[in-house]
Structures are given as C-alpha cells and as structure tokens.
C-alpha cells in the first residue's frame, strides 16, 4: 500500500488512498553476461523496477542462453567404463582404518612385464651381493689386537710414569720378552721402565723404578722433545738388538740432548736379565744441530760389518761400520725426504721412519715403518717391506695397504690421538708379535702367523684388521 498525499490548498491537505492491484518489490536481479569486458571479466547487469520491457526481453534470452552453456548440477558425467576399477582403488580409506603397507605395495604393481623382470633382477643382484659379504675371508696379512690392550697402562702410584707409558723397545732372552718402555711423570721427564712377560701378552713383573735416565750435556727447554711425545726431555723411544749372539744387549733411542739426537749405548747380557743396570756410557752417533730418529741395527752383520738402517725416505740409507764404539766424536751423515709430493695417491705417501728392529726370514728383512696419509691427515699408521739379504738397499716387496691402524678407544685417547707407533717386534711359537705405542698414552700389542703374514706379503695382497680373543693364562 502506498500513501499518496497531494495539496490543492495551502490550508488544506486531502489524503487519498490509492490500492494497486499487484505491489512492486524492489528487488535487483543479477544475471551474468556472456560478453565481456577489455579485461576478459564477465559483465555483470542489473534490472530495475522501471527497465523499458524491450530490455526486459532482450536480457531474458541472453540469461537463457547463457543457462543453457552452463552444466547442470544435476547431470552426470560419463566415465570410461576402462576407468572404472582406478576409481575404486583411489578412494579414501575410512575413518580410523588405516592402509598397511601390503595393501599399498599391492596397489602398486608394475605396468609391463618388463618392469617385473627388471625388479626381479634388481633383487637377486642385492642377494648376491649380501652373500658375497659373508663368504668373505679374513686377509693374512691383517694383525690381531690384544683384546686386553693395552698391556702396560700408566701407574699413578709411581710419579714417573704416572702420565704416560708408551713406544717399547723388546728383546726376546731366555724365552721371556723383556720390555723397556718410555715413561713419562709429573716432572716432564722421559725415562725408561722396565717389564717381562713370559707369554708376550701377560706381564709378570714390572719394576717400580726407571731402568735408564740420558743426562744431557746441554740443560735447556727442547720444543722438539716436548712435539715428540709431550716430555721437556730425556731419552724417547728405544730399540734392543743383540747382534750374533754376542754377550751384549745394545740400545738406539732419542736423545733429547741439544736437540733430537741418535743415542747409542749397551749391557751386557747377564747384567740386564739379573737386573743390574751397568750401561756404558751413551754415544751420539748423529750430528749436532740435527733433528734425527728411528735408527735400528740389524741383528746381523752384513758382510761382516754392523749395519745402521738410519733413513728409508727418499730411499734406504744404512751405514756400515766395524764397530759400535763411535771413537773420536764420528758421526752417521743422514738425510730425510721430509714431506711426499702432493700427486702420490699411495697410503704411505708421507713415510716418517723405521719402526722396530729388522727381522730376518727366510725371503728378506722384515722392515716395519711409520708413514702417513695427506688424505687421511694427523694419524700414524703402520706399513711393511722386505728387503734384500745381502743388500738391504734393496725392495722387494711392500704392503700395499697399512697393517696397523689407529681405530681403537685407546689409540684415539691419550696424549697424541691417532697414533700408533710400532718400536718392538718378536717372533714366539710361529707368532709375530708387533709391541706398539697407543695414542702415546699406552703399550699394546699386535699379531699373526708369521708364515702366513711373510706370504701374503709376497703376494701383495690387501690387508685388514680384525680381533681375536686369548685365553687367560693362570698365574
């Protein structure tokens, strides 16, 4: 109903009501356009209440045809009948099931029967690389670690050795392995302890003091002594020899006297096995002013001289001389090849010297030696050769890989981590028997089968580390 007031007077005012047969709404209609704008938006139109009917009808076919192009909801779509079961599988699952793992690699099936066969191959290869694996044999040439290293641990009751026992030189006499260890305690000195085992694995004695102190002509701090291990000086690192036989026990070791210096000095053979120290006064065999190490003799005149093995890098050095005395301040000429190339791409591409004693066996001299690896930086590792008999200058053959390697807790915690520096060797019931400084902290020791090791070293083959377990000897 609408209200429609007019005024034909200025006083009066007459009210008419007026009743219209159907009421206007003010509605607005929204419909969409087909065409569209420069933007490629479609337009939108609006009706009015009082649109022309022309325009009315105009824009009623347009919203028609537009209705008709759009689908219906209700309409279905027609589906492959081939598509039907991909449907079904890619439904998904209810609620609180889930899809194991089964059901999904059932889901997943190969589409071609070349695809089968390719992962059928694929698994067969994995099972024969896993049997391969196993069927895999321990190399002869590998070294056993005592399971029980390491062997002479430091003994806090006594202050000289308190810090660090390591790098023994050994001496097998009347069927025992004598040991003479560095030692290191709470004054900063580097003495020599001394053990016995009967075994070589168990030790039976061990005396609570040094057995050998170096005097130094020169009392002065030496940089050199404290890099070599971590004393301020002292002797280092010995070696034992008895040669032919003869009534004396010699010793080389590290003399940290007016620098890193050769030492050499000797006992007779009864005094060291009833324990009386009476060593000869040391003579240093290497020239002052130098920095040298790892000199050995060899347990055997060659041509009827003694033979000094004081340098193998950039080749094998020995002296031979008619005797050991070193009258007359002589000294041994030595050269060190210092740091390898950067091209060599070998293990032992930075060699840093002779280990133990030679041995001698029925194809060479069995020479061990320190060396290391640019690409495996800051770790000592322990390598193999054979030498010629009668000219030890001589190659025969060389280990192709390491034999001794610092992969155990107490050769990677110490004093020096990654080290193991091998200073004594032995032969006992067929063994060889490999004593050597852990992480400078500790003795420990290695073995094998000597024939064993002696042929694979020959054949070159690669080697490998492994353990193996010993039964206790009672006491």
């Known amino acids: 109903m609408f209200k429609i007031s007019t005024a034909h007077d200025k006083n009066k005012k007459i009210k008419k009501k007026v009743t219209l047969k159907k009421p206007l709404k003010k509605t607005v209609k929204t419909i969409r356009n087909s065409s569209k704008n420069n933007f490629g938006i479609k337009k939108k139109t609006t009706l009015k209440p009082n649109s022309k009917p022309a325009v009315k009808k105009k824009l009623k076919k347009s919203v028609k045809k537009v209705k008709s192009k759009l689908v219906k909801p209700s309409s279905k779509r027609k589906i492959d009948p081939k598509r039907k079961n991909s449907f079904k599988n890619k439904r998904p ?38 049997t391969r694996k196993v069927i895999k044999k321990k190399s002869p040439l590998s070294l056993d670690k005592h399971p029980e290293n390491p062997i002479i641990p430091p003994n806090p009751e006594n202050e000289w050795e308190a810090w660090q026992t390591f790098n023994p030189g050994v001496i097998l006499l009347d069927n025992k392995v004598h040991f003479l260890y560095r030692a290191i305690g709470s004054d900063g ?22 057995v050998y102190e170096h005097n130094p002509h020169q009392h002065q701090f030496n940089i050199y002594s404290y890099f070599s291990g971590g004393s301020w000086g002292g002797c280092e ?55 040298h190490k790892n000199w050995v003799v060899f347990p055997e005149k060659i041509k009827g001289k003694y033979a000094i093995l004081h340098s193998i890098n950039p080749r094998i050095s020995i002296d031979y001389v008619d005797d050991l005395e070193f009258a007359d301040n002589r000294y041994i000429q030595s050269r060190h090849g210092g740091r390898p190339a950067k091209t060599s791409k070998c293990w032992d591409n930075w060699i840093r010297g002779v280990g133990p004693t030679p041995l001698k066996t029925e194809y060479g001299w069995l020479v061990l030696y320190h060396a290391m690896d640019d690409r495996d930086p800051g770790k000592y590792k322990v390598g193999a050769m054979l030498l010629d008999l009668d000219d030890p200058t001589k190659i025969l053959h060389r280990s192709p890989e390491p034999i001794l390697e ?7 915690n110490g004093c020096k981590w990654g080290v193991v520096y091998a200073s004594g060797v032995i032969v006992k019931d067929g063994k060889l028997l490999v004593y050597y400084g852990g992480a400078d902290s500790c003795v420990c020791v290695a073995y094998t089968d000597l024939k064993e090791f002696i042929e694979t070293l020959r054949k070159g083959t690669k080697p490998k580390l492994r353990k193996k377990k010993l039964k206790k000897r009672k006491r």
């Open 406 to 412: 610092p992969c155990e807790d107490y050769e990677n």
């Open 237 to 291: 690192d010995p070696r034992l020899v008895r040669v032919d036989n003869e009534d004396v026990v010699y010793m080389t070791y590290t003399a940290c006297d007016g620098g890193l210096r050769v030492g050499l000095t000797s006992i007779k053979v009864n005094d060291f096995l009833t324990k009386r120290w009476n060593w000869k006064i040391p003579k240093l065999i290497s020239p002052p002013g130098e920095v």
């Open 189 to 210: 000195l580097s003495r020599l302890g001394y053990a016995v085992s009967s075994d070589g694995f168990i030790i039976d004695e061990r005396l609570p003091e040094p």
């Open 93 to 130: 699952a209810l609620i609180g099931k889930r899809t194991s793992t089964k059901d999904k690699a059932k889901s997943k099936k190969p589409k071609t029967r070349k695809a089968e066969l390719k992962k059928t191959k694929t698994r067969k290869s994995v099972k024969s690389k896993t």
